[in-house]
């Protein structure tokens, strides 16, 4: 990828002159494209696959906001102030401050203007989620259909300006390259061809499904994805070219479990597409623990029902390959609730006599061998949790939520990987969402939204529910808004 600053190639517009130049049709193009039609600006939308919605196929698309209309109905008292504190406290302070006050106060608003439009909230919302650290109030809010209620929303919404020609996608088009003029971003290059507009902004998500950008930006790191297979970083490429900053890859943190496919290594199993329905369930919250967790040394790392996932998270991240062991025995298979929502008792027997994703054994000596754990340490973490639970005695590792020991034969285990469904570094950026060079100077005519501004500039170094598809959705529509204004004071 090179950067031009004359191009031989001829502009191909198709007669069509778009005000600005989207790259990526996802969870914040969609938006932007949106609301500069609503300003009656002209877009061209560049999408490399053959769809509309990107991430939104996959994503949970839970977003978080503080001091709604929908919070003051259910009685909830909650500001963007709160939002902003809490935010900091889970973060420890490490993300983007500016960026984020930014976000706090303009959500609400936008959470309003969804109600508005008729979005089809999930009835208990907001809420509490303790699938990452829980804020101290319920301001997490998600549609019925998860990431895809958001993209049915916006493809109704963006209906009109289709039809009237206002706002125009370009299909199977991957754009390889910014068109620099001087300074200045004018344009792009894609599939052979140019495209220019007063404005080019990338909304090309993240990295979750480049492995070879992972490891460069994490110090060599394996990847183990759950992300969007159209996620590989490309906007970090592009704007690299052009002299951009990268922030935020001094953070990572595993996402806690997920199940590595077996045919597809680097990749998270599913059973169905786009979707991430095969998870254990792991959050003590929801779910209190039955099983044992062990690492590859057949050790325990962590009282199973540990509360904080921000610290069940960091201690995964020093885990032999970030890897553990769900162990269970038959008796916990027959009382427990199901583990695997999707593997109810039947299904998980059939699955461990397959032997891919689920091992099984007679023993616990065979059933490390099959783990390819160590079996004597793995036999005393056995030996020492049921001893000390039948004596009425602590845990070793303090955990409360003791059912059973681990006694009955056939012994069970699964599993579990740290993986990634969103990435953490992205293009440095300004208030506005310019993109910056490291001498903090603007590249002009360029800017940036969504999962290319890596997500720790909205979460630092933890995970913030609902700060990535919120500001995703937040900044598109503000920044749509912002720059159909500039280009038609401009034309004024
Ligand atoms: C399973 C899962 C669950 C999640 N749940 C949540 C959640 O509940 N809350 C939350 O905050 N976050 C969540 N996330 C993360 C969040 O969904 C994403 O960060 C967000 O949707 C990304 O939005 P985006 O617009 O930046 O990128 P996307 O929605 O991925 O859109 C990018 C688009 O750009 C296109 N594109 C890329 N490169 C090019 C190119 N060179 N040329 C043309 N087009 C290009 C892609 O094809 C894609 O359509 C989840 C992620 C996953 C995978």
Sequence with gaps: MTMTTSSPLSPDTGGFTPDLIAVGAGTAGLPLALAAAQEGARVLLIEKTDRLGGTLFLSTG????????????????????????????????????????????????????????????EEQCPVIIYGHEPYRKPRTYWGVEEGRSLLALFL?????????????????????????????????????????APAVVLTTG???????????????????????????????LLAEQVGAQVVGNQYFLPTF???????????????????????????????????LWVNQRGERFIREDEASVDNRERVLLQQPDMRFWIVFDERILREAPPLVLKWPAPRLRELAREGRLVKLAPTLEELAAKMEVPAEPLLATVAAYNAALQAGAPDPLGRQHRPLPIAEAPFYALRQQGSVLRTWAGLRVDRDLAVLRPDGSRIEGLYAVGEVLGAAQFSGDSFCGGMSVGPALVFGRELGRQLARHVAAARA
């Design 206 to 236: 993240g990295y979750a499904s480049s492995p070879e950008l992972f490891a460069r930006l994490h110090g060599g790191r394996r990847l183990v994805s759950i992300g969007n297979l159209a996620s590989t970083g490309d906007g970090i």
């Design 156 to 196: 109704r919404l963006l209906d009109p300006y289709f039809q009237r020609g206002q706002v125009r996608v370009q299909f199977n088009t991957r754009v390889e390259q910014l068109i620099l003029e001087g300074e200045r971003v004018v344009g792009v290059v894609a599939g052979g061809k140019e495209y220019r």
């Design 257 to 291: 479990g997920g199940i590595e496919d077996p045919d597809r290594p680097g990749r998270v199993y599913t059973e169905a597409p786009d979707r991430w329905e095969i998870t254990a369930r792991l959050v003590p919250q929801v779910r209190p623990p039955w099983e």
């Design 62 to 121: 839970m977003f978080s906001a503080g001091g709604t209309r929908r919070q003051r109905e259910r009685g909830i008292d909650d500001s963007p102030d709160e939002h902003f504190a809490d935010i900091l406290r889970i973060s420890r302070g490490t993300v983007n401050q500016e960026l984020v006050r930014r976000y706090v106060d303009l959500a609400p608003a936008f959470v309003d203007w969804l109600q508005d439009q008729g979005f089809a909230f």
